[in-house]
């Protein structure tokens, strides 16, 4: 890489597909040690379905600093794909500014999706040092379903869960996102265009905890939205 079953879901957003998503990470144990940063990739398909969402990823995405600055921080990489055969990924950040500096100058192209090499990535980087969890947003998959799986299940076996956010909610992508989140004891959720504050508050939810672990999560869902409060709750 660059540097640089079958069910069917609840409704987008709604209050179950939320309170699942939200009960899984917390049933999601932190590898990281008390004096480490966590360690998140945020990976998104930048091809050109994703265009009109983009912008807003990347607001929604600085603000998972924020979030974690009190917990000792937070290391994000962000990881996407693009075009034909482009996959970059960034250096570690610790800042929110130099984040939006490197997301703002991503143009989205089309292409095909490469998840699986997103996902060989994330096993690779791990390798070195820990990854506490890869988020992933997307709304396709054009890949071979069992190759996307292998993979997966080989990142699991290294112990980094896989958040699945779904734009969209195609059936196709949504029977191999589960499988990805199930297989990586991960998590999957679909949204769309009129959920982003519930994207938002369910993404700085996964950094939260990749930072603090649970009682940071329970303290976070006490400022944050009823998806996250639910999760609080469920904790006790």
């Known amino acids: 890489m660059a540097k640089d079953d079958r069910s069917v879901p609840a409704p987008k957003g709604s209050g179950a ?11 999601t144990p932190v590898t990281k040690q008390p004096d480490d940063r966590g360690r ?3 990976a998104m398909d930048a ?14 995405q600085g603000e998972m600093f924020t979030e974690t600055a009190a917990l000792g921080g937070l290391e994000i990489q962000v990881v996407y794909y693009r075009g034909f055969r482009e ?65 997966a299940g080989e990142l699991g076996m290294k112990g980094v869960p896989c958040f699945i956010f779904h734009e969209g909610g195609e059936p196709g992508a949504m029977r191999t996102f589960q499988q990805v989140a199930r297989l990586t004891n991960g998590a999957y959720c ?6 982003a504050k519930t994207l938002r508050d369910l993404l700085s939810a996964v950094a939260v905890y990749a930072a603090g672990g649970r009682k940071a999560l329970e303290n976070f869902s006490k400022k944050a ?3 996250v409060l639910l999760l609080a709750r469920q904790m006790k």
């Open 17 to 27: 597909d939320v309170q699942a998503f939200l009960r899984k990470v917390a049933l």
């Open 40 to 42: 998140l990739i945020f």
């Open 47 to 60: 091809t050109a379905s994703r265009e009109p969402t983009w912008d807003r990823a990347c607001h929604i």
């Open 87 to 151: 996959c970059r990924s960034s250096p570690w950040l610790s800042r929110s500014d130099d984040l939006l500096r490197y997301m703002s100058r991503v143009r989205c192209v089309g292409g095909r999706t490469q998840i699986a090499r997103v996902l060989r990535h994330a096993a690779k980087e791990t390798g070195k040092k820990a990854v506490n969890a890869l988020v992933f947003v997307g709304d396709c998959m054009e890949e071979d379903p069992d190759e996307v799986c292998h993979v």
């Open 190 to 195: 679909s949204f769309d265009a009129t959920s």
């Open 225 to 227: 939205g009823q998806e």
